[in-house]
């Protein structure tokens, strides 16, 4: 088991940049280290079902991202400090959304962009972008 707890999020103006952070904090003597946890943020609006935005893999040497923010966002993760952070760049309003930061020991490979896929979730942090 592990608790994700995220931070970072706040009101940023259209083509501004943005780190959020998620630390990650596991019961002594769990079976699995930081180390052993795929990681990943989505992103949710209301009304909407919760998206993929990057998933990066237990080592950080592999990452996915969507479509809509390749290029603009980044993935990475400390596996001393036990965190992974995503950074965001050239914002724009449809960016606007909950950010939640989610784990799951079992997935070796990147690619997993179903919610589904993920056996642990934060609360989420709001990021608003303002036009």
């Known amino acids: 088991q592990v608790q994700l707890v995220e931070s970072g999020g706040r009101l940023v103006q259209a083509g501004g940049s943005l780190t959020l952070s998620c630390a990650a904090s596991?019961?002594?003597?769990?079976?699995?280290?930081?180390?052993?946890?795929?990681m990943a943020w989505f992103r949710q609006t209301p009304g909407k079902e919760r998206e993929f935005v990057a998933q990066?893999?237990?080592?950080?040497?592999?990452?996915y991202y969507a479509d809509s923010v390749k290029g603009r966002f980044t993935i990475s993760r400390d596996n001393a400090k036990n965190t992974v952070s995503l950074q965001m760049s050239e914002l724009k309003p449809e960016d606007t959304a909950v950010y939640y930061c989610?784990?799951?020991?079992?997935?070796?490979?990147?690619?997993?962009?179903?919610?589904?896929?993920?056996?642990?979730w934060g609360r989420g942090t709001q990021v608003t972008v303002s036009s």
């Open positions: 990066i893999n237990w080592s950080g040497d592999s990452t």
């Open positions: 596991q019961p002594a003597g769990s079976d699995y280290d930081f180390s052993d946890y795929a």
């Open positions: 989610a784990a799951d020991h079992s997935l070796r490979v990147v690619g997993h962009i179903s919610t589904d896929q993920y056996a642990y």
